[in-house]
């Protein structure tokens, strides 16, 4: 057994399990009973002590004290191959975080498909103050004792996804905490476990290659806390992303560009104008035809916005579908021009002025990640191209056979496009460019313009960038750590259950962990639905202090939260929105500095913002109260 240690922090490594045990005090967190270390190749399972050789030593520096650990060689299929890789396990001592560093030194030999390291924490003891905090899109709180089983995580719970908002999870037990925070999070993610009924939850970490190799040490950063709960964990983050230059508020983005001001507060409407399903997308229904085809006019659609006008809706953006010729979800990146039997560019214009003439916003859907096989630009040598020289296709959306673009090539497209929209006149307040912040970064292994997921995030982060600069705010579909900087608002940030159909078990208690590191940093519309007698979303909205959704029609029938609901007609719609617009006006730029289980009751929640407002939900009653803040913030 080998031990470091800094003040209250110590850590035990045993080298004969190879595992880690982190303690603070008298609280200890282990690694899971039978946990090895490991990792999967082509090959199969490969165990850490499977090493030829391997080898421990304290290191000690200027900045802490640790474990390197080297393990070399490796047989497989009675071949002796050379891949050798190390493991730095130390205290920092100006912190006391504990950092677990994985670092490639030879790969050749294996191709490594998944690391799993470090070891999911043993986290055994069924009871209500033993929960887990996962980043499952806007934050989710696993108590030990949670009777439904936790299903799997979407995009397998990779960061920088809608399974991964933000690179930690956590864990608490009795006030006791541990946070764990991957500072390299471009190629991870986490897997979880939580059976019916507890007793226990499982978190573990694994990394994946980037374009086909390792290539750079991977990091995971354990901070122990004491006297703690998902608040401070928030805060604890909030503070790390501050300190890496990253916490960029609205408050700066509107110093930049002031429509944000505009933008605070409005009404969202989700509409579109020309849907085409191809005969070739999995979307195609032969059996319906009229489905697979839907035109409204410009003209309809500005109809539509007078009326809201006229029925009391004050401030209105409108997110508009389907405004190109080729229809919904077709033939990305070659979108124009503006659908000819909808009214064409003309018919797009008068649109465009009306919103701007009734003070609304307005903005439009488009896309470049989608690089569809009809576009009259595909060219397969700038779609992403895997390291076995294959290129993924799938022909899931409407408008058929795709491939993926490289991101690479993204920005160029973005500033070709939108100057057409200016030659023909579209002034645009805002833009949203889709599944950038929800799916994982892509790779391409294309010498001509190969590319990592970090610098694909860094690419779409440029188109956000290059909107903002002409005066356009940027949005895409969800939100993630890395697009905070540079994006302005979402098309939602929901949590988890939101997405299933309405009345599905909850894997765990929704919690605001998003808001509570970055709500005064993005716009988020929320859901305003209400779905059934017992479940209203305009709860969620009011308890986030968020943007509402006025009008929302999904372009994908029971798909992305697009689900059949109560119907509450116009006048309720609006003045359900009123509430929550007065509400995002006045702690939109706030910081959410609380969120709470009143007296202990999920079913009661309060949220706490910068300027004093509080909002208290009775999910139980369906009911809320907001008292508003004085201070100016």
Not at 253 to 271: D, M, N, Q, W
Not at 372 to 396: N, V
Not at 406 to 427: H, M, S, W
Not at 465 to 475: F, H, K, T, W
Request: hydrophobic share 35%; net charge negative; with cysteine.
């Amino acid at each position: 057994m080998t031990s470091i240690k800094v003040n209250n922090i110590k850590v035990n490594f045993d080298e004969e399990s190879l595992r880690f045990s982190l303690y603070k005090k008298e609280t200890v967190w282990e690694w899971c009973e039978g946990y090895q270390p490991y990792f999967e190749c082509e090959g199969g399972r490969i165990e850490f002590k499977e090493a030829a050789s391997i080898s421990h030593e304290k290191v000690e520096n200027g900045l802490g004290i640790g474990i390197r650990s080297r393990y070399q060689g490796f047989s497989v299929g009675g071949r002796k191959i050379p891949y050798t890789f190390e493991t730095y396990v130390w205290i920092e001592r100006a912190t006391q975080d504990i950092y677990f560093e994985w670092i490639p030194i030879c790969e050749e030999g294996l191709v490594v498909k998944r690391v799993y390291w470090p070891g999911a924490m043993a986290f055994e003891d069924k009871r209500e103050d033993w929960y887990t905090l996962l980043n499952l899109q806007q934050g989710l709180m696993i108590p030990n004792t949670w009777e439904t089983e936790l299903g799997e995580l979407v995009f397998d719970g990779f960061f920088g996804t809608a399974g991964g908002y933000m690179p930690w999870f956590g864990q608490i037990k009795e006030g006791e905490g541990c946070l764990a925070l991957c500072t390299t999070p471009w190629n991870g993610g986490i897997q979880a476990q939580h059976p019916a009924g507890g007793p226990y939850t499982h978190v573990n970490v694994y990394f994946e290659p980037s374009l086909g190799r390792i290539e750079y040490r991977r990091i995971m950063r354990y901070s122990l806390m004491s006297r703690c709960d998902y608040n401070d964990m928030c805060k604890a983050y909030r503070t790390y992303v501050n300190e890496q230059g990253k916490l960029r508020t609205l408050k700066e983005k509107a110093a930049k560009t002031p429509s944000v001001e505009r933008l605070i507060g409005s009404g969202f409407v989700h509409a579109g104008i020309k849907t085409h399903v191809c005969e070739n997308s999995d979307f195609f229904d032969p059996n319906e035809p009229e489905k697979n085809n839907n035109l409204t006019t410009f003209a309809a659609r500005e109809a539509q916005m007078r009326e809201l006008y006229e029925a009391g809706a004050k401030k209105v953006y409108l997110h508009l579908d389907g405004w190109a010729q080729p229809g919904y979800d077709n033939q990305h990146p070659d979108y124009a021009p503006a659908c000819e039997e909808a009214g064409g560019w003309a018919g797009m214009k008068s649109l465009v002025d009306t919103m701007h003439e009734l003070g609304y916003m307005f903005g439009i859907h488009d896309q470049y990640r989608d690089f569809y096989l009809a576009a009259p630009s595909f060219d397969e040598d700038y779609a992403c191209r895997l390291t076995d020289g294959t290129i993924p296709t799938h022909q899931r959306w409407a408008g058929g056979p795709q491939s993926f673009l490289c991101g690479t090539q993204a920005p160029y497209y973005v500033k070709r496009n939108f100057a057409a929209l200016r030659d023909n006149q579209i002034e645009l307040d805002c833009a949203y460019l889709d599944v950038f912040t929800c799916n994982e970064g892509d790779e391409c292994s294309n010498p001509r313009h190969r590319m990592s997921r970090r610098e694909c995030y860094e690419a779409r982060n440029h188109c956000f960038d290059y909107l903002m600069s002409q005066g356009i705010l940027p949005s895409s579909e969800e939100v993630s750590d890395w697009c905070v900087p540079s994006m302005v608002f979402c098309h939602y940030a929901p949590y988890d259950f939101m997405m299933r159909e309405p009345g599905s078990p909850k894997f765990g208690v929704p919690v605001p962990l998003f808001n509570l590191v970055y709500h005064d940093c993005l716009i988020e519309p929320w859901m305003m639905e209400r779905v059934s007698e017992d479940e209203d979303y305009m709860l969620y909205a009011v308890l986030n202090g968020g943007a509402p959704y006025l009008l929302r029609d999904g372009a994908y029938p029971n798909t992305d939260g697009s689900f059949e609901t109560l119907g509450l007609g116009l006048k309720e719609d609006i003045k359900r929105c009123d509430v929550v617009c007065k509400l995002h006006e006045k702690v939109a730029k706030c910081e959410m500095v609380r969120h709470e289980m009143v007296d202990g009751d999920y079913t009661v929640q309060r949220t706490v913002f910068a300027d004093g407002t509080t909002v208290t939900v009775d999910f139980g009653k369906q009911t809320y109260e907001i008292v508003y803040g004085t201070d100016v913030k």
